[in-house]
């Protein structure tokens, strides 16, 4: 045997690897930059958060493959911020939890449903409880906030008006206030009240429901009332004639001209959102005592159903929306992008059927086919507005100005951050399921910072008692227990530098565990190897040629006891999740290097050793147990009879 080859093939090892970590994968900053793994929330700091989805309408948890399929969207969602890798699992059968190492930010959006509607805007009256009347005829509707409005792409702009995108001459850009997308301010114009009441639009029926899963409560025990039931309910709770009188109403009442009906519609005003949620859409539009605050607030999925028309509201005001022509699932792709203006905009390119939706919206509400646009909801140009309504919140209502037939866009006061976060909700689909946030933590970087001592501790405490141990009870051997441990040590972390920036494995506190049960594994395979060359010698042979045949006999159960913990680890990191994950795979990758260091390093450093005289002397090699039981037995064997005297 050459044991100079194999510690060569071990040193290309070291060289490719510590390259790998240095030079490869991006690797950029000083020495330490670049040694740099990539830590998890447990050990830098960062955010974590639950999200609970909220009771179907018949009470029950959604189904493993719903949640299953949730879970993937928000991991994308979360990994679309190109941020350090997140992680993402299902927890019971109702909770995500999503845990984003780095930097603390806000995470409560990576839940939310993205259900794209757009619907067109039908009447407009005023949402604060102070007054209902609608703006008068002729006069201009409330402006568009100016947060984000469709608009034609370069190539698809109609010659009729020269542009489709949306004018706002009298409300100024907000920003964005976070969230999906920018939120209009609440400071923007209201429209100016009006005795005006009919409307072209039809009012909706009075059974129409907002949402097939709409609830009244957002905890997490099931409510199996139907929303009939919950109507009676709020009935009852506001009075059978309060409830007539709202039935009764076929427009937005004027309680400035009334006042005694504001005094009357008062109980309206104290209802929660979760109970304005399942009133009908016309009485959420026409009851002027039901804010916008109200209705801002309502549960997720309030308004999903895009056969029912639905109210929403946008700087204030209150907005009746027609049915959903046109929904997310149009839309093909989505992306954030600078325009000729150097303004990030979202452009959005529909599928075959979605464009034909949209240009048929467009068409239709260029030209208020049957005048089902109200006064109140015209924009300056006398033409309909259309909705960009993203879940609850209304994005931007912008004029129609022509026929889109085209991609568009929606654009305004976005920044990248924003509108890439609303492309990605767009891109990656809306949620199967309706999630409300119930707990985010932000860990700190110094509780991050004190478990990873504490870890590092650990492990070196571990290390130091094993090599203590061998050199009081292996002598010579035990600084090939020693030097085994510190190539096995230094292979670990060049691999998790590198795997951290290739493949996005993230160091935890978990998986340092599993990387200190593996020094256990690793001091069973030196105890199996020393004492199996002890016995060679106690059979008579000497140290030179017992090394070999030790190795030979021990080999077999060394791969055995390896490939156990290996297949343990494995199986482990097929079936959990989480921290288990981290575990199993840091403990498999420490036994995959370990075995590497027995093959590559222990077995050819010990036949060096062999040749030495060291390794002859009882008190240096650690052997003394068996060299002198070796020499007894010698003796005994040439005078028998010295023993029998």
Request: glycine share 8%; net charge neutral.
């Amino acid at each position: 045997m050459r044991p100079g080859r194999q510690l060569a093939v071990l040193g290309l090892i070291f060289v490719v690897l510590y390259s790998l970590a240095f030079f490869a994968g991006g690797a950029s900053g000083g020495f330490k930059d670049r040694l740099q793994p990539r830590l998890g929330l447990d050990l830098v700091g960062g955010t974590r958060l639950t999200l609970e989805a909220t009771n179907s309408a018949d009470g029950k948890p959604p189904t493993a493959a719903n949640l299953e399929e949730a879970r993937q969207i928000i991991e994308s969602r979360v990994n679309a911020y190109g941020v350090a890798e997140a992680e993402v699992v299902t927890e019971g059968n109702r909770n995500i939890v999503v845990s984003l190492p780095g930097e603390n930010r806000d995470l409560t959006d990576v839940g939310s449903a993205a259900e794209l509607r757009f619907r067109k805007v039908l009447k407009v009256t005023d949402g604060s409880g102070v007054n209902a009347a609608p703006a008068p005829s002729g006069s201009a509707a409330p402006a568009p906030s100016g947060s984000a409005a469709p608009a034609p792409s370069g190539n698809a702009a109609p010659k009729p008006s020269g542009s489709a995108a949306a004018k706002a001459p009298a409300s100024p850009s907000t920003g964005g206030q976070g969230g999906m997308a920018p939120t209009p301010s609440a400071s923007a114009a209201a429209p100016t009240p009006s005795a005006a009441a009919s409307a072209a639009a039809p009012a909706p029926s009075g059974n129409a429901e907002p949402s097939a899963n709409a609830e009244p409560s957002a905890s997490a025990e099931p409510v199996p009332q139907s929303v009939e039931e919950q109507r009676k309910a709020i009935e009852q709770m506001v009075g059978p004639d309060v409830w007539a009188a709202a039935t009764g109403l076929k427009a937005p009442a004027d309680i400035t001209a009334d006042p005694s009906l504001a005094e009357k519609l008062k109980p309206f005003g104290t209802l929660s959102p979760q109970e304005i949620a399942v009133l009908p859409v016309d009485m959420q539009f026409n009851v002027p005592t039901i804010t916008c605050d109200q209705l801002d607030k309502r549960p997720p999925a309030s308004i999903k159903d895009e056969k029912q028309q639905a109210v929403a509201c946008e700087s204030g005001a209150k907005y009746l929306l027609d049915v959903a022509k046109v929904v997310g699932t149009d839309v093909k792709n989505a992306s954030a992008q600078l325009d000729q203006t150097s303004a990030w905009v979202v452009s959005l390119n529909f599928t075959s059927k979605g464009q034909d939706r949209w240009t048929a919206l467009t068409r239709e509400s260029f030209q208020n086919e049957g005048q089902a646009c109200d006064q109140t909801a015209l924009g300056q140009g006398g033409k309909c507005r259309v909705s960009v309504v993203l879940d609850n919140e209304i994005i931007s209502s912008p004029e129609i100005q022509g026929v889109l037939t085209g991609d568009s866009q929606i654009t305004g006061s976005f920044d990248s951050k924003s509108a890439n976060q609303l492309a990605s909700q767009l891109r990656y689909g809306a949620l199967p399921v309706t999630f409300v946030p119930q707990e985010q933590q932000n860990v700190t970087a110094t509780l991050g910072d004190s478990h990873l001592k504490a870890g590092l501790l650990a492990a070196g405490i571990g290390m130091l008692l094993v090599i203590i141990y061998s050199f009081f009870y292996y002598r010579l051997l035990g600084s090939v227990i020693f030097l085994s441990l510190v190539l096995s040590g230094l292979l670990v972390f060049g691999s998790l530098v590198v795997l951290g920036r290739s493949m996005g494995f993230t160091l935890t506190l978990a998986g340092l565990a599993g990387m200190i049960v593996s020094l256990g594994v690793a001091a069973d395979s030196f105890v199996i190897y020393f004492e199996r060359l002890k016995d060679e010698i106690r059979e008579g042979r000497s140290p030179r040629s017992a090394v070999p045949r030790a190795w030979v006999r021990a080999r077999r159960t060394i791969i055995s006891a390896n490939a156990i913990t290996l297949m343990s680890a494995v199986v482990l990191y097929i079936v959990s999740v989480g921290a288990v994950k981290g575990f199993a795979f840091a403990l498999g990758l420490a036994t995959i290097l370990d075995l590497l260091v027995v093959f590559l390093f222990r077995h050819p450093i010990m036949t060096m050793f062999a040749r030495t005289r060291a390794f002859l002397s009882p008190r240096v090699s650690g052997l003394g147990r068996a060299l002198p039981a070796r020499s007894a037995e010698q003796a005994t064997a040439r005078n028998p009879r010295v023993k029998e005297a």
